[in-house]
């Protein structure tokens, strides 16, 4: 799994996740805190905010 930033329609940055981790209280938003603190100066220069996209890169499962 990967969190992604967008601003508009541009990815700043995709950090992989520790699927063993997301379910424990503020380790995404950890995550989140670093991004937005790494590209402060972008996000002040953007008049919308940052969008956040958890997305897993394992193909799906097929059922027969």
Do not use: C, H, W
């Not at 100066?41 to 193909?59: A, H, K």
């Amino acid at each position: 799994m990967k969190l992604m930033l967008y601003i508009e329609n541009d990815l700043l940055e995709a950090v992989a996740l520790n699927t063993e981790r997301i379910s424990q209280p503020g380790y995404v938003g950890a995550i989140k805190r670093q991004l937005k603190t790494r590209y402060f100066e972008l996000i002040q220069q953007s008049s919308t905010p940052p969008q956040f996209l958890v997305i897993n890169m394992q193909p799906a499962p097929t059922s027969r």
